[in-house]
């Protein structure tokens, strides 16, 4: 038994079985290693940022860790983006990144740089593993690391060396990771919260992981108690939708519109997640979304037991039971696309269970109010506003298995990591992606008019234009594997969605939208 | 006039007046100032890597930056692994990286990160600028700083509040960029290196900026004098080859061959780079590629004045003029297709003057030899080994605008930064890719092979499999804009080559290779 066969066997011992990988010559003993631990399974990614941003979406739907296995600092560098959407996600993830002998990393080979900055970077829990008796007891703790609360990246660098050295002292059991209990609330927090939910205009703020049926039912028990509002976070992590889940208001994602929203507040009480803060900042300020004076109280932060903070809230506030709003989404749409239909077509034909990755950027702007009534699904959002997201995060999901996963695509975002697709045929998952094509970096357009409106074919214009040439999108999904169409029309997208939803493995939906925000 | 416009006139008055760019909301007065300093042309590509190889090719056939222009940490992250292969080159880039405004990045948007580690991780020069009225001075030390020598990247952090803010203290002219000068060769040492030229078992060891024709010639002409051999680096970052060019001896890849090449070597005079290192270590060992015991004496340190030191050891050898051997290439080959008719094909096509961007990887093994006697070209070489700089730096050599490009292009290190091929379409650059399609991660499978054979179906035996499914690269070609074909034989390629070369604007070719190592 090597060091490899003890870092495996101490993923599977603590339920990490999927591994996400791009792997080199260096990770030459775990690819051997993986032979011999059958049950951990290795999922082939054509890039890095695939094999993260997969990462990530399996830890949404499961709340276990998978793993990554890349190559070296540029490996992890090129997973580097995702990580940061799960890093804002508070995704747990276990990243194991090969490197160099010990002896010949001080030789400077070609592929050396400064991977210990470059870890630090990421922000996540980190180590280097030293020997090979020390495998298995840093790889339990990197799992700990990662489920933290709240969730992380925990990043092992594994020397080859280590990798293939002999374990002399093989632990036994497997060590399983300690996991750190969840912090409650603070007494005094609490009666502040509730004077304020009593006393003033007042929101609950919810995000993170307060925002699933039954922690969004407690929260609306609240705030129907004391008249304050619920308000959800633009892109939690993870959440419920459709019929039988409370729809709360969700913050606006363009900041105007967001300062407007929360204008009125007296005070803002945030359950498991962080006050809100504007995406940009413009030369027009202010900086802030909240505005002056108004009381900011963090009940419960991300990673805290926000189920018992809600449960105590009701509890306080002696909330009665709930009557949700009965309704029908909008019927299938017909005729034209545009971000309307788009989102009726969504909300109609959701099957119960679906998994949306939502990276639709602008083209989605309308999915959200037309979900409520929907048959009941979850929605991963787009916590860490990175590119590339979407496609890897559905990918991902749909390997844990947990059933059909519906990727809503910008068409810019999607050509950062476009490579998940064809991983998608290979793992044959059960994914549906509708690529939503305006042909603009749409939000680039929008925040460039706000301050400069540059003429049809000046630099600036040419810079937010994807039309040129057209991208053939349902060309590129096709030549990487994946069945692929292309919808002009509500009616289409429908009876596209449909088949998919009915048809095993991946399917690929490019849907000409409007140009621009439509 | 604002901070971005004084960035783009500094940049202008430094002679760097292309800028590959992926832009984001922070980016916006930069993109508006785009407008008005005209002649500073902005290039977009669809994900970072694409841009950040594009920079390295152009600064490697221009000798001069071009700049980046990307979104915060993920943007810079995502540039980053071709930021190595770059810096592996010594080619002289200057990176922008739009921040958001300093008030607001104390609160923590969503997309904030450890922006210092990450630029530390680079391995560079770079600053952050406070201040408007800092943006000439600090643009043109970022200049200088990337010229070297040797070249590097620099690395601009620029806070969107300092993009829009006035600047009030306008220089007048421009600061320029104040390049330092190369550093001679050390007198005792160019003793001692004549002393083993003249009485052991020697080798020239010639890379970076050694390998232009004319300074060919003068090594050669050292070595003929003092019968040493004339070994150049595996994979320097430019270099001459084909008629009229001495054809040294190359350093092998795979470093049991390699560390044969160099074993009966008494002492090893380096010009222009470092000692060879094996690119990885194996368990079996050693880690070193020289012999113990050989001398290793650097004459001429990277980024030093190559040309001085051999004119000197020219001098100081008397070695005289120098007769090229005379040859033809290989005439055109027919039948089938693998790598050595691959490079005869490439060898009995070349035009005068062309621009190979080599990430052959395994499949392009007999290029180098087939091409000694070809029409004069140049090479760009993996100098970085980080998969994904073939098809970037070959956009960026073209926008250069120095005559046709030819990428040799492996099928899994392609699939890294495809997207480069949309960029190709859209500035219609005269590039022809050749598409080695392997279906596999060879040289990972060739070394697994070393330590450990799974059987077929085996996890470790899938991991460097490529053909389940299938990728189209033709199709994926055709699909981003590039006029694309599939050649099976020789004697398409051959006609294919020629087609292309005579056609203005991108072509794409995928070669049907034997699977693996072929």
Same mark, same amino acid.
């Given at each position: 038994?090597?060091?490899?066969?003890?870092?495996?066997?101490?993923?599977?011992?603590?339920?990490?079985?999927?591994?996400?990988?791009?792997?080199?010559?260096?990770?030459?003993?775990?690819? +051997?290693?993986?032979?011999?631990?059958?049950?951990?399974?290795?999922?082939?990614?054509?890039?890095?940022?695939?094999?993260?941003?997969?990462?990530?979406?399996?830890?949404?739907? *499961?709340?276990?860790?998978?793993?990554?296995?890349?190559?070296?600092?540029?490996?992890?560098?090129?997973?580097?983006?995702?990580?940061?959407?799960?890093?804002?996600?508070?995704?747990?993830?276990?990243?194991?990144?090969?490197?160099?002998?010990?002896?010949?990393?001080?030789?400077?080979?070609?592929?050396?740089?400064?991977?210990?900055?470059?870890?630090?970077?990421?922000?996540?829990?980190?180590?280097?593993?030293?020997?090979?008796?020390?495998?298995?007891?840093?790889?339990?703790?990197?799992?700990?690391?990662?489920?933290?609360?709240?969730?992380?990246?925990?990043?092992?660098?594994?020397?080859?060396?280590?990798?293939?050295?002999?374990?002399?002292?093989?632990?036994?059991?497997?060590?399983?990771?300690?996991?750190?209990?969840?912090? *409650?609330?603070?007494?005094? *927090?609490?009666?502040?919260?509730?004077?304020?939910?009593?006393?003033?205009?007042?929101?609950?703020?919810?995000?993170?992981?307060?925002?699933?049926?039954?922690?969004?039912?407690?929260?609306?028990?609240?705030?129907?108690?004391?008249?304050?509002?619920?308000?959800?976070?633009?892109?939690?992590?993870?959440?419920?939708?459709?019929?039988?889940?409370?729809?709360?208001?969700?913050?606006?994602?363009?900041?105007?519109?967001?300062?407007?929203?929360?204008?009125?507040?007296?005070?803002?009480?945030?359950?498991?997640?962080?006050?809100?803060?504007?995406?940009?900042?413009?030369?027009?300020?202010?900086?802030?979304?909240?505005?002056?004076?108004?009381?900011?109280?963090?009940?419960?932060?991300?990673?805290?037991?926000?189920?018992?903070?809600?449960?105590?809230?009701?509890?306080?506030?002696?909330?009665?039971?709930?009557?949700?709003?009965?309704?029908?989404? +909008?019927?299938?749409?017909?005729?034209?696309?545009?971000?309307?239909?788009?989102?009726?077509?969504?909300?109609?034909?959701?099957?119960?269970?679906?998994?949306?990755?939502?990276?639709?950027?602008?083209?989605?702007?309308?999915?959200?109010?037309?979900?409520?009534?929907?048959?009941?699904?979850?929605?991963?959002?787009?916590?860490?506003?990175?590119?590339?997201?979407?496609?890897?995060? +559905?990918?991902?999901?749909?390997?844990?298995?947990?059933?059909?996963?519906?990727?809503?695509?910008?068409?810019?975002?999607?050509?950062?990591?476009?490579?998940?697709?064809?991983?998608?045929?290979?793992?044959?998952?059960?994914?549906?992606?509708?690529?939503?094509?305006?042909?603009?970096?749409?939000?680039?357009?929008?925040?460039?008019?706000?301050?400069?409106?540059?003429?049809?074919?000046?630099?600036?214009?040419?810079?937010?234009?994807?039309?040129?040439?057209?991208?053939?999108?349902?060309?590129?999904?096709?030549?990487?594997?994946?069945?692929?169409?292309?919808?002009?029309?509500?009616?289409?997208?429908?009876?596209?969605?449909?088949?998919?939803?009915?048809?095993?493995?991946?399917?690929?939906?490019?849907?000409?939208?409007?140009?621009?925000?439509?």
């Amino acid at each position: 038994m090597n060091g490899a066969h003890a870092l495996l066997e101490t993923l599977r011992a603590n339920g990490v079985t999927t591994i996400f990988t791009n792997p080199g010559t260096t990770e030459i003993d775990l690819l +051997a290693a993986l032979d011999d631990v059958v049950d951990v399974h290795p999922v082939l990614c054509l890039f890095e940022g695939v094999a993260t941003g997969a990462a990530d979406g399996f830890a949404r739907v *499961t709340g276990r860790p998978a793993a990554t296995l890349v190559h070296l600092g540029p490996g992890l560098a090129n997973g580097w983006a995702n990580l940061h959407n799960a890093r804002r996600a508070n995704s747990p993830v276990v990243n194991i990144v090969g490197d160099h002998p010990d002896a010949h990393r001080l030789l400077d080979p070609p592929l050396n740089s400064d991977l210990e900055s470059l870890t630090r970077s990421l922000g996540g829990w980190h180590a280097r593993i030293d020997s090979a008796n020390h495998v298995a007891r840093l790889t339990s703790e990197a799992v700990a690391a990662a489920y933290g609360p709240p969730g992380r990246s925990a990043t092992l660098l594994l020397p080859s060396n280590v990798a293939w050295e002999e374990v002399t002292a093989t632990p036994a059991p497997w060590p399983l990771s300690v996991r750190s209990p969840r912090e *409650t609330f603070d007494e005094s *927090t609490m009666v502040q919260a509730l004077n304020c939910l009593r006393t003033k205009r007042t929101a609950l703020f919810v995000g993170g992981d307060a925002v699933d049926a039954g922690q969004l039912e407690l929260a609306q028990r609240v705030c129907s108690a004391t008249s304050a509002r619920l308000i959800m976070e633009t892109f939690p992590a993870i959440y419920d939708r459709g019929m039988g889940v409370v729809s709360p208001e969700r913050l606006i994602y363009l900041s105007d519109f967001a300062r407007a929203q929360l204008s009125e507040l007296d005070a803002i009480v945030l359950i498991g997640t962080a006050a809100p803060v504007a995406p940009f900042a413009y030369r027009r300020g202010p900086d802030h979304l909240v505005a002056e004076g108004c009381e900011i109280i963090s009940l419960c932060a991300p990673g805290g037991d926000t189920r018992a903070t809600l449960a105590a809230l009701v509890d306080s506030t002696a909330a009665g039971a709930l009557t949700l709003p009965q309704g029908e989404p +909008a019927p299938a749409p017909t005729g034209v696309l545009n971000p309307l239909s788009l989102a009726q077509a969504v909300a109609a034909t959701i099957p119960e269970g679906l998994i949306i990755s939502d990276e639709s950027v602008t083209g989605g702007l309308h999915v959200y109010g037309a979900t409520q009534f929907s048959r009941r699904h979850r929605v991963m959002g787009f916590a860490g506003n990175s590119l590339g997201f979407g496609l890897p995060a +559905a990918l991902g999901a749909a390997q844990a298995k947990q059933g059909r996963v519906l990727a809503l695509q910008a068409d810019g975002s999607m050509m950062y990591t476009l490579q998940a697709l064809w991983t998608m045929a290979r793992e044959e998952l059960d994914v549906t992606v509708v690529a939503l094509s305006n042909r603009r970096y749409a939000i680039v357009e929008f925040e460039l008019d706000q301050v400069h409106q540059g003429p049809d074919g000046s630099a600036s214009r040419s810079l937010v234009d994807l039309d040129n040439p057209a991208l053939d999108l349902a060309g590129v999904a096709r030549s990487l594997g994946v069945p692929s169409e292309r919808v002009t029309n509500a009616d289409e997208l429908v009876s596209a969605l449909l088949r998919s939803y009915a048809t095993p493995g991946p399917t690929f939906i490019e849907a000409m939208m409007p140009r621009g925000l439509g």
